[in-house]
């Protein structure tokens, strides 16, 4: 796939665009970026005080991907994923060493903005990837550091995906691939307008058998815009539905390694079904103020099936004597959500004492309702590590949780003196989780929990010559706990991770302090560079902490102290004749900055109570020092282009090490190399043929410490006869796909 990145607010994706016609395509400057999740307070690239980058929707049908994880790890500079799920729709996100994932209880540092909505789920704070359809992506901004308007989760950076409307997207398309691991897609998109109306639809149905056992995935999409306009007003009605079942793989030991395509345990099942209506709308009051709102519904609905080797085997049973003899359990949990909120944003462009300036002010408030109910029962495992019930479900936990979230903010861009803009914002934000038992057997879990705080920032831009920029900034933001954290709070309350809900007393809130400085520019007409360092001290990080007992798995969260991720990013890109070269280089160092006690007993320098002593200096786990992208693009012929990608990624720690001090060492580093070719006869038509890890590597994005269960002849079950290992999430081998992209106009 070609490599794409943004140095003043440059795609080298979009050289491809008129590749029929232009063997010499040049650098597009991008004119606005986004400086809050509603749409119309744009400010132009180089006013930014941060490495924003931006892609367009165009870049993410180029690159043939079937889901946003894969492009931005390909595409975006500072970006690593971990496949801890074993789905590709599953992955976590990391940027700059903050996470934003779909597993609960893994910690939040992102927030992800889908036009103007934050779609952070309420419960857990988790983000669903395989919600959101590519074909309907106008554009990702990625927006560095702890930007406040951006409000919760903001600790490292926002994600900001804007759709199509029919003005901007008129005619019909429509994409169909096929390859290996049984993968078939088929994506429509159909837009138009007139004077006042516009519409516009994308349609995703895709189906894969998945590279590994067990693994499959069935992904259903729909997306709608329907927009009414004005001289003045303008009103869009948003649709996004989908119906997706992900099954994944689990991670597994190092031991299993001779096939990595096999299951540790399974079924592990999620299905996620949302309805997602957004009413969206602005108003030009006059030549210089713009008035912007939104309203939404969102109905959000998970179910998840899970296999797990029984903890508690061999534990001797105090009433009985006995030793517990059941080798598995099943876990059931089903998440039905409800969330509605709104945004209203006033943007004013005049001058002040005869400079420009624009003031942005407004506010937002995001309530959500979830009940969560989680079921067990005992199980047997058959030969290939499959589960077979051994008796019916019982509840383990019923519990509905409240989250209500309010902010107000302000952000201005004053251009003080010729080549100088400063720019300053804050934001306000108040969270409030309710935590209530429903089953009436765990009242410890009854509680409310509120948070407040005013996060500033303020950046200055200096532009010492045109196309070229120097920039630096200060930023704060803050994450409140998750109702997954606080209902396992209690150090008189261990608990089991994940969903085990017991107590929740408080939890002091997550605040980041963001320190950036960097340049940017062009040089001449067909290159660009961008470098920045950065630095985020966060206080008062959450973590999950050893018990002090002899259960295994056994603690809780607690506040750990400061964290710090700091760091270095490299990119430039160029256009020589046919060629298109570029190259991204990510450097984050990511430690903890105080001591403290953590329950990991599979870690080889555990105690006799299963804990390991963290201490300051010592490096967090999953977040990779050195990241290199390279890409390169060449238009041989007038209707063909081949690019070439590349991804070097250095060792991490696994979770579970994060004293660095176990025996099996990191997860080693990897390079891979990614290849797209495409043909165009036409301008209408796209033949495409996409290659994934062309030298087939193996390699593993992700580790984590664990007892491997399965020491018995032909990787069979024996509890009794546990080993600790590392156990890794793999990528996929080899994957060819050949697709045809055809545009017409209706």
């Not at 080798?327 to 959500?337: E, F, H, K, L, V």
């Not at 070269?581 to 160092?589: E, H, V, W």
Request: hydrophobic residues 35%; glycine residues 10%.
């Amino acid at each position: 796939m070609s490599l794409a990145f943004v140095a003043m607010g440059i795609s080298p994706l979009a050289l491809a665009a008129d590749a029929v016609t232009d063997t010499t395509p040049v650098l597009a400057p991008v004119q606005v970026v986004g400086t809050t999740p509603l749409p119309g307070s744009g400010v132009p690239a180089d006013k930014i005080p941060a490495n924003v980058q931006v892609f367009s929707g165009d870049d993410v049908a180029r690159e043939g991907q079937t889901n946003i994880a894969d492009f931005l790890e390909q595409n975006a500079n500072g970006v690593n994923i971990s496949q801890a799920q074993g789905n590709p729709y599953q992955a976590d996100i990391s940027f700059r060493g903050f996470t934003a994932s779909p597993v609960l209880g893994t910690p939040q540092g992102l927030s992800v903005f889908m036009d103007g909505v934050r779609i952070n789920e309420p419960f857990g704070d988790i983000v669903n990837w395989d919600l959101i359809p590519p074909g309907a992506i106008a554009s990702i901004q990625l927006m560095p550091g702890s930007n406040p308007v951006f409000g919760l989760n903001t600790l490292g950076g926002a994600l900001v995906v804007n759709t199509k409307d029919g003005v901007h997207n008129p005619g019909g398309q429509i994409d169909v691939s096929g390859g290996s691991f049984g993968r078939k897609t088929v994506q429509l998109q159909l837009g138009g307008s007139n004077d006042t109306l516009d519409y516009f639809v994308a349609a995703n149905a895709s189906n894969e058998d998945g590279w590994a056992d067990h693994n499959a995935s069935r992904v259903r999409q729909f997306f709608g815009k329907f927009g009414w306009s004005g001289e003045t007003t303008s009103l869009h009605l948003i649709t996004n539905l989908a119906d997706n079942t992900l099954s994944g793989t689990q991670t597994i030991p190092l031991s299993f390694s001779n096939d990595i395509h096999q299951a540790y345990t399974w079924p592990d099942t999620n299905t996620n079904r949302l309805s997602f209506f957004n009413l969206e709308g602005s108003q030009f009051i006059n030549d210089t103020l713009t008035l912007s709102g939104n309203m939404y519904y969102r109905k959000y609905k998970n179910e998840n099936v899970s296999s797990n080797v029984n903890n508690d085997f061999g534990e001797i049973d105090p009433d009985t004597g006995l030793a517990n003899s059941i080798p598995a359990n099943n876990t059931q949990s089903q998440i039905d959500q409800e969330s509605y909120g709104a945004a209203l944003q006033l943007s004013a462009k005049g001058h002040l004492a005869g400079r420009p300036n624009q003031l942005v002010v407004g506010g937002s408030a995001d309530i959500g309702r979830a009940p969560f109910t989680q079921f067990s029962q005992d199980a047997t495992f058959t030969a290939d590590r499959g589960t077979i019930a051994l008796d019916d479900y019982s509840e383990v936990t019923n519990a509905l949780t409240r989250n209500r979230y309010e902010g107000l903010f302000v952000s201005d861009s004053y251009d003080f003196a010729p080549r100088w803009t400063l720019t300053a914002s804050g934001r306000f934000n108040y969270a409030d989780i309710e935590i209530t038992d429903q089953s009436g057997s765990q009242p410890l879990l009854n509680g409310s929990h509120s948070y407040s705080r005013f996060n500033p920032a303020v950046g200055i831009n200096y532009a010492p010559a045109d196309k070229s920029t120097l920039y630096a900034t200060y930023s704060e933001g803050m994450r409140a706990p998750t109702a997954i954290e606080l209902a396992c709070a209690d150090p008189d309350m261990p608990c089991s991770l994940p969903n085990d809900f017991l107590a929740d007393p408080d939890l002091k809130m997550i605040v980041s302090h963001t320190y950036e400085a960097g340049a940017r520019g062009d040089y001449g007409s067909n290159t660009s560079w961008s470098i920045a360092l950065y630095r985020t001290d966060l206080d008062n990080d959450i973590g999950f902490v050893s018990s002090g007992g002899t259960a295994i798995n056994s603690g809780f969260f607690q506040n750990i102290g400061k964290t710090r991720r700091q760091g270095l990013e490299l990119a430039g890109a160029t256009t020589l004749g046919p060629f298109t070269f570029n190259a991204a280089y990510s450097y984050i160092d990511a430690t903890y900055l105080g001591s403290f006690s953590e329950s990991s007993p599979s870690n080889s320098s555990a105690d006799a109570n299963g804990a390991i002593q963290v201490s300051s200096g010592d490096h967090i786990p999953g977040i990779p020092r050195h990241t290199l992208k390279l890409g390169a693009d060449y238009h041989f012929a007038t209707h063909w282009e081949v690019a070439a990608s590349g991804i070097f990624r250095s060792d991490v720690f696994a979770r579970g090490d994060e004293n660095n001090q176990d025996v099996h060492g990191t997860v080693p580093g990897y390079a891979v190399f990614n290849l797209d070719m495409h043909y165009r006869p036409t301008r209408a038509l796209d033949i495409y043929l996409l290659v994934d890890n062309v030298f087939n590597r193996q390699y593993a994005n992700f580790g984590v410490l664990g007892a491997n269960a399965f020491t018995g002849p032909g990787n069979s079950f024996d509890g009794a006869n546990a080993v600790n290992e590392q156990f890794r999430g793999f990528g996929a081998p080899r994957g060819v796909w050949l697709g045809m992209n055809y545009n017409f106009a209706l």
